[in-house]
């Protein structure tokens, strides 16, 4: 009988190699499973403050999304840092919505009419976020450092804003108060779209007129 020759010994370096691999890997698997986790969080937390308030407990939070209220902490150390991070998450959505094809080269009020009909419609399709967002912007825990980030993605609007003023299309008003203008006139067109879907379209084309209206120095 053939004797059977010694298993070979995997030389130290290879090992470690594939040792180092494996645990790549495993934190990699990891990484993927506590991002599902965050995301699980935010989106119940959506759906809880978009029916109870901000005010809702984290509790309400954890049961929805399925996990241990100490799980929640593991993420979002208090409840304002999960509340401003939702916030990044909701802007950055509608940044993707409001900016996506956004006709650079044409005139102000078609550049304007673009950003306002995006946001009509993704508040339309998105109403929870939407409703969660109003209550973020008037929520005084907002941070400093979260209001910059959010408004990141919008900085060609400002823009537009300023080069408009400067061509003296619209009226030399505060940039903020044209902002709330159009984000409540916006917003109204939203809740009447929701309430009478059959006129939505009306409702989006008649508010962006009443705004333009309001701002420009001609018609």
Do not use: C
Not at 73 to 85: E, G, H, P, Q, S
Not at 168 to 191: C, E, G, H, Q, Y
Not at 205 to 213: K, L, N
């Amino acid at each position: 009988m053939i004797p059977k020759p010694p298993p070979k010994l995997i030389n130290r370096g290879v090992r470690a190699k594939i040792l180092s691999e494996y645990s790549a890997k495993g934190r990699s698997m990891a990484r993927l499973k506590s991002e599902d986790k965050r995301n699980s969080i935010l989106s119940a937390a959506i759906e809880v403050f978009a029916e109870r308030g901000l005010a809702a407990p984290t509790a309400a939070i954890t049961a929805v999304a399925g996990v241990a209220e100490g799980t929640l902490f593991t993420y979002f150390r208090t409840k304002d840092k999960l509340v401003n991070a939702l916030y990044g998450e909701i802007k950055l959505e509608l940044a993707d919505a409001m900016m996506s094809g956004f006709p650079r080269k044409t005139s102000v009020r078609h550049r304007l009419q673009h950003v306002w009909n995006r946001y009509v419609e993704w508040g339309i399709a998105h109403e929870k976020q939407h409703k969660v967002l109003r209550q973020m912007m008037v929520w005084e825990g907002l941070t400093d450092e979260a209001k910059a980030a959010g408004s990141a993605p919008f900085v060609e609007i400002d823009t537009m804003a300023q080069d408009a003023i400067a061509q003296r299309l619209v009226k030399d008003l505060p940039r903020p108060f044209v902002a709330a203008t159009m984000s409540t006139l916006a917003d109204t067109a939203i809740d009447f779209a929701r309430q009478d879907p059959k006129r939505a379209g009306v409702y989006q084309v008649s508010g962006f007129e009443m705004f333009w209206a309001g701002i420009s120095r001609r018609t």
